[in-house]
T-cell receptor
Framework: KNEVEQSPQNLTAQEGEFITINCSYS?????LHWLQQHPGGGIVSLFM???GKKKHGRLIATINIQEKHSSLHITASHPRDSAVYIC????????????FGKGTHLIIQP | DAGVIQSPRHEVTEMGQEVTLRCKPI?????LFWYRQTMMRGLELLIY????????DSGMPEDRFSAKMPNASFSTLKIQPSEPRDSAVYFC??????????FGPGTRLTVL
């Protein structure tokens, strides 16, 4: 059974701090997704990774396939980054449904 | 494109009633997923379709749940009879192959 473990569960930081959220996943997962869920409930897909590193604005996602570990970084954090960040894994080479981590509740204080 | 469209956005019903949730995926997408989110269990996959065919329904909790996709632009998730423990937010998502999923706004279901 695919498993995804995320840490920390909750994170509060000051505006401007560098944020790191970690995700470990089980054998069988071949692609990692990072999702953002806003306080209003909507879910947005941030990144999909099967190797290396991706960057979009202040967000950076990395994956280490050997260690089965991925990280999401936020540089120069801002209160509008406050959201729940969810790591999710997909198995195989196709589009099987996602297996989700429990999410990290991030609060950035001004 | 309007994105993934779900209806209704909110549904309040009484235990024992039939509930039907609807989803219109993004045009051209060949995968459609139904997910459920609760405080206790987080997000879980219920079922997904590829080219309108159900591929994996192992996440469907029990026989009270059923899903259909009669054509490429419409899917339903039905609960009959509904129970209070079915209260959750139900998300529909679609994707083109394995290129990443686009989520709908969700349907918040409350069963009294």
């Amino acid at each position: 059974k695919n498993e995804v473990e995320q840490s920390p569960q909750n994170l509060t930081a000051q505006e401007g701090e560098f944020i790191t959220i970690n995700c470990s996943y089980s054998v069988g997962i071949s692609a990692l997704h990072w999702l953002q869920q806003h306080p209003g409930g909507g879910i947005v897909s941030l990144f999909m990774l099967s190797s290396g590193k991706k960057k979009h604005g202040r967000l950076i996602a990395t994956i280490n396939i050997q260690e089965k570990h991925s990280s999401l970084h936020i540089t120069a954090s801002h209160p509008r980054d406050s959201a729940v960040y969810i790591c999710a894994g997909r198995s195989g080479g196709g589009a099987d449904g996602l297996t989700f981590g429990k999410g990290t509740h991030l609060i950035i204080q001004p | 494109d309007a994105g993934v469209i779900q209806s209704p956005r909110h549904e309040v019903t009484e235990m024992g009633q039939e509930v039907t949730l609807r989803c219109k995926p993004i045009s051209g997408h060949d995968y459609l997923f139904w997910y459920r989110q609760t405080m206790m269990r987080g997000l879980e996959l219920l079922i997904y379709f590829n080219n309108n065919v159900p591929i994996d329904d192992s996440g469907m909790p029990e026989d009270r749940f059923s899903a259909k996709m009669p054509n490429a632009s419409f899917s339903t998730l039905k609960i009959q009879p509904s129970e209070p423990r079915d209260s959750a937010v139900y998300f529909c998502a679609s994707s083109l192959g394995a290129l990443g999923e686009y989520f709908g706004p969700g349907t918040r279901l409350t069963v009294l």
